[in-house]
């Protein structure tokens, strides 16, 4: 690294010592040394100060200490010490030379601070006291300029004006800025005219000329920067920076199509998407976003709304359309960006539009009633048949199919086919006020083509109630009352609807005001007040009053009930309050519900314990009646489900499977004689209920039932099947068939005749298989 020293010797005393500052001494001094030499006195020390070319690697002199005391015999020995002596700074011991013996760098270490020690080497003392001097280091221009922030990326809208700032870009210079012009930058533009420019001395591009995003939306720009302000021999550096044209709404929507065709069907419901259209913007982003719009449509008919995800215009059905009636239309559509500024709307002052021809498919349609709801009003307590109202409804097709009327679900109501609809049953107002109906029309030649309107039919009142009491009265008079006292507030209502007001009149029945201890006022809104006739009450005389109220209500006929209000004898307290009896009727009802209520439970836990015990003694029952069930009988029954196909089946049943019982009945010694097997076989085939044969069968079975210590001991009944007596076959189920029978040859079915040839085939082949 090509740099120079600048060598500095300071005394003990705190001023540093420069080559700017002398004396008359250094001057006197200065004339006698070499040209290059500087030389100062201070208290018997003298310093140099040399500039030395760094670039050379060799050994450099530096400069020279010397103490005024030297004489030149070589007496003294001179030192170096401190940060770099020996390593970087050696000296001369003899002489005070002072020597670079390693390459310096100014932008590694500028400034090194050393100590010098003169010793008399007589002596072995030192001459003068230890001193100390710096070393700095000077700059020469071997750094270049450095861009630090790298990668350069800016964003600048396009169709930006001339000198419209886009970055600044910056470079930096280790060299030592106060020497020279080692650290002064210069920038200039390498790549990127004639779109940028970029000022010398403060590295800031801006534009130069106006630039479109639809034609490019990007430029790299190269940038160089110079040190030495540029002068011959300076170093550079360069960098790049990639610049983004933003996009602005300088370009308007625009259709590529002029023309549309579209279709739909007369049977599509309003909102229904017939089809879309599509225009193209040369922006981005929120720029592109647009609009669409019906322009011309007369009928009015259609609607365009945008996807905003696709931005295409889709349209839609408005209302419903209708072959019959027009099966062709005309529609013009325009667009036009969403989001406009202000300054660009000299590039949107036209809209692009197009055209739609949309034809109407025809369909075979569903019925059409006239009105798009009903309402009908009818009188209650009308007779069966009774009129409501009639429904009405065309095929809208050419073809004019008849109609068929009905009602869904309804059972107050009828229609017939002409669209009339009449009462199957009597109507209560005060049940039922309104009736929801919904009427279908269907197509007598396509079912599948119908249609429904909503009927509503009110039913108006006529005054066929009678008003009443609106709630249960408990009414008590103390036995002290007084005559003229206020004993109760009663009021009235009327399930009846009236066009007017409800008014209530309110008497007392003519058995009660002749001979009544209570009296009535109507206050004439709709209230009456109850007033004792009389003073004084006997509550073991009599206890309870029931007095006969007419109320009658202001309809048209006018209709009166008559309501019977209870008056309980009270003995009250001297403040003549009633509520302490009304606390025990309170608690006397209670009373009853609680006995009630327990009443319920115990009938309730009485039954189920009840239908507890039956099912207790009826699985008794069934555990004791067959005990013999847990006994063994010494042989086992098989039970299949299996339907045969009879006598040409031979799969059904495993003949195997149920000659392989575990227990087994005791198997009897059977012939093989096949002479006696004939003879016996006929004699079977011969016996009767009066044969000695079956008598000695049933004799045999019935000792065996007595002398059998595991049959039951209770009368039973039991059935065999009596196969011949003296057959050497013995039984043909295989259930009694012992273990030892597979051994057994079974060839001699065969000539027992055509009825046991499929038990033969059974029986052989069973045998063969295991075998």
């Not at 020279?64 to 050696?90: M, P, V, W």
């Not at 280091?137 to 270049?144: A, K």
Request: charged share 25%; aromatic share 10%.
């Amino acid at each position: 690294m090509n740099s120079c020293l600048l060598l500095l010797f300071m005394l003990e005393m705190p001023l540093l010592w420069t080559c700017l500052i002398a004396t008359e001494n250094f001057k006197t001094e200065k004339a006698k040394q070499p040209a290059g030499y500087h030389l100062r006195v201070k208290r018997g020390w003298v310093w140099n100060q040399f500039f030395v070319p760094e670039e050379i690697n060799t050994t450099h002199h530096i400069g020279q200490l010397r103490s005024d005391l030297d004489n030149g015999n070589n007496s003294f020995q001179y030192k170096l010490l401190g940060d770099g002596a020996e390593s970087i700074f050696t000296i001369d011991e003899r002489t005070g030379d002072i020597y670079a013996v390693q390459k310096l760098d100014r932008e590694e270490r500028s400034l090194y601070i050393l100590r010098a020690q003169v010793i008399d080497i007589t002596t072995g003392r030192a001459v003068e006291p230890e001193s100390e001097f710096v070393i700095r280091v000077s700059d020469i221009n071997d750094n270049e300029p450095k861009f630090l922030d790298e990668p350069y990326e800016a964003i600048v809208p396009e169709m930006s004006p001339e000198g419209t700032l886009v970055i600044q870009v910056t470079a930096s210079d280790a060299d030592d800025s106060s020497t020279g012009n080692h650290a002064r930058l210069l920038y200039s533009l390498l790549q990127g005219q004639p779109y940028f420019s970029i000022e010398p001395t403060t590295g800031v591009i801006r534009i130069s000329s106006k630039m479109d995003r639809e034609l490019q939306d990007e430029y790299w720009v190269i940038i160089q920067a110079k040190d030495m302000i540029g002068q011959p021999g300076a170093l550079s550096g360069t960098t790049s920076v990639l610049i983004k044209l933003s996009d602005v709404n300088d370009n308007k929507p625009i259709f590529k199509e002029s023309l549309y065709r579209l279709t739909v069907s007369e049977s599509a419901p309003t909102g229904t998407s017939i089809g879309t259209i599509m225009a193209y913007d040369s922006d981005i982003g929120e720029n592109a976003e647009m609009d669409y719009s019906i322009e011309e449509d007369d009928s009015q008919t259609f609607d365009i709304i945008t996807n905003n995800e696709t931005q295409e215009g889709i349209v839609i059905l408005k209302k419903k359309v209708d072959f019959e009636h027009q099966n062709h239309y005309g529609i013009r559509a325009k667009v036009k960006n969403r989001h406009v500024d202000e300054k660009l709307m000299k590039y949107h002052t036209e809209a692009s539009s197009t055209f739609i021809k949309v034809r109407v498919e025809d369909e075979d349609e569903p019925p059409i009633f006239l009105l798009p709801y009903y309402v009908f009003e009818i009188f209650e307590e009308n007779p069966h048949g009774s009129f409501v109202g009639t429904v009405s409804a065309t095929d809208p097709d050419h073809r004019k199919s008849p109609i068929r009327y009905s009602i869904t679900r309804s059972k107050v109501f009828n229609i017939d086919d002409n669209g009339t609809i009449i009462t199957s049953n009597l109507l209560d107002r005060e049940i039922n006020a309104w009736y929801n109906l919904s009427v279908t029309a269907t197509e007598r030649h396509n079912v599948q083509q119908f249609s429904s309107v909503p009927v509503y039919v009110q039913v108006l009142n006529i005054n066929d109630h009678a008003p009443e009491f609106s709630q249960y009265y408990e009414t008590y008079v103390c036995e002290n009352a007084d005559s003229g006292q206020i004993i109760q507030t009663i009021s009235a209502v009327d399930r009846d609807e009236s066009t007017e007001d409800h008014h209530f009149y309110f008497t007392l029945s003519l058995e009660d005001t002749n001979n009544s201890s209570f009296a009535i006022k109507d206050n004439q809104d709709n209230t009456a007040t109850i007033l004792t006739n009389r003073t004084g009450f006997s509550l073991q005389e009599e206890s309870v009053f029931y007095i006969s109220i007419l109320i009658a209500d202001n309809g048209i006929p006018s209709l009166t009930s008559t309501n019977t209000l209870t008056i309980h004898v009270c003995d009250c307290d001297e403040n003549g309050n009633t509520q302490i009896c009304r606390n025990k009727e309170f608690t006397l009802s209670m009373g009853f519900k609680t006995e009630v209520i327990t009443a319920i439970l115990l009938c309730i836990m009485g039954i189920f314990g009840f239908i507890f015990l039956i099912l207790c003694l009826k699985q008794r029952r069934k555990q004791t009646l067959f005990p013999e069930k847990s006994e063994d009988f010494r042989e086992n029954i098989f039970r299949y489900d299996d339907e045969g196909g009879g006598e040409e089946d031979t799969e059904a049943f495993d003949i195997v499977e149920l000659r392989s019982s575990t227990i087994m009945r005791e198997h009897k010694t059977q012939k093989t004689t096949r002479a006696e097997i004939r003879s016996l076989y006929r004699q079977s085939l011969q016996v009767g209920p009066d044969s000695a044969i079956f008598r000695r069968f049933i004799l045999e079975k019935l000792e065996e039932a007595n002398t059998d210590p595991c049959a039951p001991p209770f009368d039973s009944l039991q059935t065999y099947a009596f196969e011949g007596m003296g057959s050497l076959a013995g039984s043909l189920s295989s259930l009694g068939s012992a273990v030892s029978d597979q051994d057994e040859n079974y060839d001699y079915l065969n000539e027992l005749g055509p009825r046991f040839k499929r038990l033969a085939c059974m029986f052989g082949s069973a045998m063969q298989s295991n075998t």
